[in-house]
């Protein structure tokens, strides 16, 4: 069922402004509608298509390579990056293979790796039942590692994706809801009861209580494939891209705004609200919001009862009696593993279907005649950078315009980031999305309710940017949905 949403006056407009075949090229001879039938007959025909996503993409496995043009040291910062972010922490970092130390005392899984892992170390939430089946949802193991005594919460499965939870707002000590806004995440699991972890006490959050009061959502791990582009990309060459096609936008109703720093003022870019400024920051954030890690950005334990306080902090800092790579702190080396990691490389080989080439430009065609590259932007040029060649003034393919939007009332999550809101997120970049498996913030599409095609129609609802966008996709042929989910499989 398509409810249609107000997008009549955008789709009123001219065909040649709305993405009639005169945009972005000639049509293929084989789709038989397109664009130009849009005009002027209100919305949304139906969301029933025969256009299905294939599914993840099989070729070889590319990701985890080093931009080009790093050698020496950078390498070596790179490799020992990449160790750093496959360690598994423990509470001591005396248990055997969890050399890690600072655990919990609450954390959502026990090493970066084990999150970021779709399809190879940096990625997103991995599955056993999909390419190159890396394994079944990691946090279940993870939980009672060591002799923990955690309880599963219901929306962390096997099959399902990595979760983190935030509540978007506090509850009174009687247990009702209130409006001040919380937001924060709380972590899934603590040490109480683990082998290394002996007297500590701390309970996990009521989750089920949580979701009784309509305040519990989560967050997916976003993959960090070429984050060191996306780190360099000026803000005014953002600001830039945000400027064009303004008339276009205007008429379908995408506005979107930068996320900012409040420490400097400059744009933000990581994480689905854009909310961090850089991948050190974020590195130091997740190290002590994911892992209970306290590090020299977040010295402080989170939450913490006396009884759990059990290392000295920080956790992890400048190994002072090292030298060369192995002195800096881990959140310097996953910073510097992050940053060097190469963007990952398109493809058409492996896709489910085996569609042709021409297939895939047809799919790139009809994602421009539908403008999702109007927040998708495909790719935006990289500053000069004192770090690597490879990320100096290069075209980042990114799909993505960094910038917030609002998606309306289906996607919101009621959780403010800086200066986006609570209906707001950064256009996902698309690059990487072939050999992914669960998609949109909280990971609500997955392979078992439509994956690709569910993630597009989800952004569609009550005060959404994209409504416009989506009523164009909707007016697609079925073929050319068919190949617009081939070419995203092919990103
Ligand atoms: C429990 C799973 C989990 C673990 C462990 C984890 N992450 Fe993440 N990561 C996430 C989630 C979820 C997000 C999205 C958070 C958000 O935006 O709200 C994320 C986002 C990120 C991003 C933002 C990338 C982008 O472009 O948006 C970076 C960088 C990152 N993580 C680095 C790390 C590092 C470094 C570690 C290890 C210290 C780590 N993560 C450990 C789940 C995890
Ligand atoms: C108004 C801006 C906007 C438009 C137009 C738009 N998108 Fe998006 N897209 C977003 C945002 C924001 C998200 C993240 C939403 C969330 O996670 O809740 C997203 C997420 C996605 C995702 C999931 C990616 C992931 O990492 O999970 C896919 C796939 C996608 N968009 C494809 C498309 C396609 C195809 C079109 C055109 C039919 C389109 N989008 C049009 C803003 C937009």
Redesign the pocket.
């Known amino acids: 069922m398509v409810v249609v949403y107000a997008v009549a006056a955008a789709l009123s407009l001219s065909t040649s402004l709305l993405g009639g075949p005169q945009y972005g090229g000639r049509q293929s001879e084989d789709s038989q509608s397109g664009g130009g039938q849009n005009g002027g007959n209100g919305g949304p025909q139906s969301s029933t298509t025969t256009a299905r996503d294939p599914g993840v993409r099989s070729d070889a496995v590319t990701v985890g390579n080093p931009v080009s043009g790093i050698a020496g040291d950078q390498l070596e910062y790179f490799n020992e990056g990449l160790v750093r ?1 496959m360690e598994v922490d423990s509470v001591s970092g005396s248990l055997p293979g969890e050399p890690g130390v600072g655990l919990g005392p609450g954390f ?2 026990n ?2 790796g ?3 892992a779709q399809p190879g170390p940096g990625g997103s939430s991995p599955s056993l039942n999909d390419y190159p089946h890396i394994g079944s949802n990691p ?1 279940i193991a993870v939980a009672n590692a060591d002799q923990g005594t955690n309880r599963i919460p219901f929306f962390v499965t096997p099959d399902g994706p ?1 979760r ?1 939870a935030r509540f978007p707002f506090m509850v009174s000590p009687s247990g009702a809801l209130t409006q001040v806004p919380d937001g924060g995440v709380h972590d899934l699991f603590t040490i109480q009861g683990r082998n290394d972890a002996l007297g500590c006490q701390m309970a996990q959050p009521n989750f089920a209580q949580m979701q009784q009061l309509g305040n519990l959502i989560f ?4 993959p ?1 494939f070429g ?1 060191g582009l ?1 780190e360099n990309i000026p803000d005014a060459t953002i600001l830039a891209n945000m400027n064009t096609s303004a008339q276009l936008k205007q008429a379908l109703g995408i506005t979107g705004h930068p996320n900012y720093s409040g420490n400097d003022g400059t744009i933000t870019r ?4 854009a ?2 400024k850089s ?1 050190e920051i ?2 130091g954030e ?2 002590n919001v ?2 209970g890690v306290t590090n020299e950005l977040f010295p402080d334990e989170r939450g913490a009862p006396p009884s759990c306080m059990i290392n000295k902090t920080p956790e992890d800092s400048t190994n002072f009696n090292q030298s060369g790579v192995q002195f800096p702190s881990d959140l310097v080396e ?1 910073a510097a593993f ?1 940053r060097f990691l190469a963007p990952p490389a398109p493809s058409a080989a492996g896709i489910p279907g085996n569609p042709s080439p021409r297939t895939i430009q047809q799919g790139q065609q009809a994602f421009l005649q539908a403008h999702c590259d109007l927040c998708h932007t495909p790719a935006m040029q990289t500053g000069s950078s004192a770090l690597a060649t490879g990320l100096s003034q290069q075209n980042a393919a990114l799909y993505s315009d960094l910038l917030v939007h609002n998606m309306g009332s289906n996607l919101a999550d009621n959780v403010s980031q800086g200066a986006a809101g609570a209906d707001e997120f950064r256009t996902a970049p698309l690059w990487g999305v072939g050999q992914r498996i669960f998609f949109l913030h909280d990971g609500r599409a997955t392979p078992a309710n439509g994956g690709l095609l569910r993630a597009i129609e989800a952004h569609s609802g009550p005060g959404s940017e994209a409504n416009g966008v989506i009523s164009l996709f909707n007016n697609l042929t079925n073929q050319q949905q068919q190949d617009l989910l081939f070419f995203l499989r092919s990103l």
């Open positions: 972010f959502n899984s090493s970066c084990n999150c970021h946090q990595v983190e967050r997916i791990p976003t960090v984050a996306i990581f994480g689905w609200k909310q961090n991948l974020f590195a997740a190290y994911e892992q996953f992050m």
